[in-house]
Structure formats: structure tokens, C-alpha cells
């Protein structure tokens, strides 16, 4: 019964904390009372039995908890009493409010999360944080920043939140442009952390995936914008390839080797169709450009079959439209096969002599590969030790592992 909670929560807890957020109105209280509330579970599923359904009995007995826990304090503090008054009283009417537009509590969240009262990263170090569940440490990879700068930014984001009294629910029509670019970026790195997960045993984390294209399919029903639709497509095509990403034994797979045959078909071609619909817009931004990229390399039947002269010439745009380092460290990675390693190595030298891709271990053993390819073995070899100190993940450190060993053969 204990495995069944933790599954539970693994797969429901942070759409828990949302719906406790907008009953409770604060962070920190929806918190405790989401662990309060698995921590009853634990104790009386095994003596009750499960059940019917699960997350509304774990919102309800997080929501007592929290009126019993402020009931308790009201022997020491009378104002805990009215608290717990008014929280039972609003948490009744809220429950039988639902937004007819958006039902959905954790799409709630994010647009709280992402209000223009916050700093841009803030709004999303927050949402990842309380919307899914990250840790700061993988936060703080997927910003190339430390993990403590985003735990002070977290923590100064939840104060704002409270002091401002910033409302939980979705804005009017009207105000939801302009909240949108900040909601696609949480959704993406979300979903890119369930592609390619930043550390751990597993090259990917499903839930973290397919909680992101959930959340977009939900924002493209509530707000169909272009680059919604883009952002639906890319991670529908690129999700697509996982099964072919990873061996059997969970050894990584590289684009140019993978078995196209385990490619979800019915995902490509959503996506191809969500692709096309955002590009007749002409209203379309990055995300629709590198799911247009996504959808040359899904086209293909095989991998000599790529059109890199089609990819290279989407990546200019999206260098002009959207500019930065990764963007820039891809498009060479593109130009190296259209035009070969020597010339993609030019570009990524020049990126790395800028400074701003440092210690990103993608672009070490990216220059790794075209130095080996190019047969400079000794250069290769410094540049996958670079990648390898770099790497948290452990299905890439034994794929840069073997790249060595290689070379060392």
C-alpha cells in the first residue's frame, strides 16, 4: 500500500498542490498540507481501502488538515481561529467555483506563477518548482545557473506572490498575449527535462513530458496563438523518438542511429499538422521555427536522407528571430553535416571563445565529435574528459565513456 501512495504521488501530487493552492491561497500552507494529506493516506488507505478517487480524497483531507492545523494555533494566537474561518468558508465556495474556460488547477497555477509582477526568471524558476515538482538543482541545469541563486530566487518569487496579493486564477482574455511568452517557456523547459532528463539514472522522464504536452494541448484549447501551436508541435514530434532513443538497457541512442521504425507515428503526424497550422499564421515565432526543424528530421526516411541544407536555412532564421548561444551551438552542429566537421568546429570555437557555453557539457562533447571525426584524437579526448566532468546524467556519461575508450583503442 505504501508503493501505491508513492505512485500516487509521483503521477498526482503536484496537481494536489495546485488545486490546495487555490482553495488554500498560499504556497507554503497548500504544501504542508499535501505531504499531511499522503501522510494520512499512508495510514488509512491500508485499513479503508483505496479510493474511488484518489486525488479528490487527498485534496480534501490536505484542506481539513489545514483548517485543523490553524485551529490548533488559535490556542495560541487568536487570529489563527478567524484564519481558519475564513480559509474553510473560502475554500467552500471555491470548490463549487470552476472557470468554465479552464478548469485545470495547475494551468491556474502557472499563469499565477508567471504574473507580470515577477521577474521573467523567477516566473519560471517558480513554476517549475511548484507546478512540477523540479528540483533547484535541476532547475538550475536547465538555467545554466546555481542551484542557491534559484532557491533565493524561488523563495523572493512566493514573498512577492504574498505580499502583492497576486490573485490564483487565469487573467482575462484580454491580458493573456502578453503573459503567454513566459507560460511557453515554463511549459518547454519542462517538457526538455523530461526529454533529456538533466541528471539521474534514466536518459528521460516521461511524467515531466507528458505533464508538458498535456499543459500545451490545455493552453492551445484555452489560447490557440501560433506559437502555442508551435511549441504543441515540437514537443509532439520531438516526443515521438523516444522510444528510439534509448537502447533496451537504457544505453543512449544518437539521432543518425536510431530505429526509425519505433518512431510514434501517430505523434509525427499531429505534429506535422500542428507544424503546418501555425505556419500559415505568418504570426509565428521559434518555437513554431525549431518544430519546423523537428519536422524535417522526421520526414526523413532515414538519416542520410536529411535534408541539413533545409535545417541549416531554418536555423538562420531562428538565429535572426530568436538569438543565443544554444541556438547558435545547434545551427553548427547542423552546418557540420551539411558542410562537414571542419566548418561546424569554426563555429563552435568561436561560440566557446565567447564564454557563454562554458560549462555546458553539450557543447564540449558536441566539439568532441567533430574533432574526432575530423581524426584529431588527442584534442577529442580533452574535449570528452571537458564534457564528462560536466555530465550529471548517467546514460551520457557512459556513451562519452565508450567515446573515449575508443579513441584511446
Known amino acids: 500500500m505504501r508503493e501505491r501512495v508513492e505512485t500516487f504521488y509521483r503521477a498526482d501530487s503536484r496537481r494536489v498542490l495546485a488545486t490546495l493552492i487555490r482553495l488554500l491561497g498560499d504556497f507554503d500552507t497548500a504544501e504542508e498540507a499535501m505531504h499531511a494529506a499522503f501522510a494520512a493516506a499512508i495510514e ?95 532547475i538550475a541545469r536547465a538555467f ?127 505534429g506535422m499538422a500542428l507544424v503546418e497550422r501555425a505556419l500559415s499564421s505568418r504570426r509565428f515565432g521559434p518555437y513554431t521555427l525549431q518544430a519546423a526543424i523537428a519536422a524535417v528530421h522526421d520526414q526523413a526516411p532515414d538519416a542520410a536522407a536529411t535534408d541539413w541544407d533545409q535545417i541549416v536555412g531554418l536555423y538562420d532564421v531562428l538565429a535572426r528571430t530568436d538569438p543565443s548561444p544554444v541556438i547558435a551551438l545547434n545551427r553548427a552542429a547542423a552546418v557540420a553535416m551539411r558542410d562537414g566537421p571542419a566548418a561546424g568546429l569554426a563555429l563552435i570555437d568561436a561560440i566557446l571563445g565567447g564564454g557563454d557555453l562554458a560549462d555546458y557539457h553539450l557543447a564540449h562533447s558536441a566539439r568532441a565529435d567533430l574533432l574526432r571525426r575530423l581524426g584529431r584524437s588527442k584534442e577529442a579526448r580533452t574535449s570528452y574528459h571537458r564534457a564528462l566532468d560536466l555530465t550529471r546524467q548517467e546514460p551520457e556519461r557512459r556513451f562519452l565513456e565508450r567515446r573515449l575508450a575508443e579513441l584511446q583503442d
Open 44 to 138: 488509512q488507505w491500508p485499513r479503508d481501502g483505496v479510493p474511488a478517487n484518489p486525488r479528490a480524497w487527498l485534496v480534501s483531507a490536505g484542506r481539513f488538515k489545514a483548517i485543523d492545523s490553524m485551529r490548533r494555533r488559535a490556542r495560541f494566537d487568536a487570529s489563527q481561529e478567524e484564519l481558519a474561518r475564513q480559509l474553510e468558508a473560502d475554500a467552500a465556495e471555491a470548490a463549487g467555483r470552476e472557470d468554465p474556460e479552464v478548469a485545470d488547477d495547475q494551468l491556474r497555477l502557472i499563469f499565477t506563477c508567471c504574473h507580470p509582477a515577477l521577474q521573467p526568471d523567477a516566473q519560471v524558476a517558480l513554476t517549475l518548482r511548484e507546478v512540477c515538482g523540479l528540483t533547484t538543482e535541476e
Open 144 to 270: 545554466l545557473s546555481s542551484p542557491p541563486t534559484l532557491a533565493q530566487r524561488i523563495v523572493r518569487a512566493k514573498a512577492k506572490i504574498r505580499d502583492a496579493r497576486i490573485p490564483y486564477q487565469v487573467p482575462e482574455r484580454a491580458e493573456l498575449p502578453d503573459r503567454l511568452d513566459s507560460v511557453l517557456h515554463v511549459i518547454y523547459l519542462v517538457f526538455n527535462e523530461g526529454y533529456s532528463a538533466s541528471s539521474g539514472e534514466s536518459l528521460t522522464r516521461h511524467d515531466l513530458s507528458g505533464e508538458a504536452i498535456r499543459l500545451g494541448r490545455l493552453l492551445v484549447e484555452l489560447l490557440p496563438e501560433p506559437e502555442a501551436v508551435g511549441l504543441l508541435a515540437l514537443m509532439l514530434l520531438q516526443e515521438s523518438r523516444r522510444a528510439a532513443r534509448s537502447s533496451p538497457s537504457g544505453e543512449l541512442v544518437l539521432l543518425d542511429r536510431q530505429d526509425r521504425s519505433l518512431w510514434d507515428r501517430a505523434q509525427i503526424a499531429e
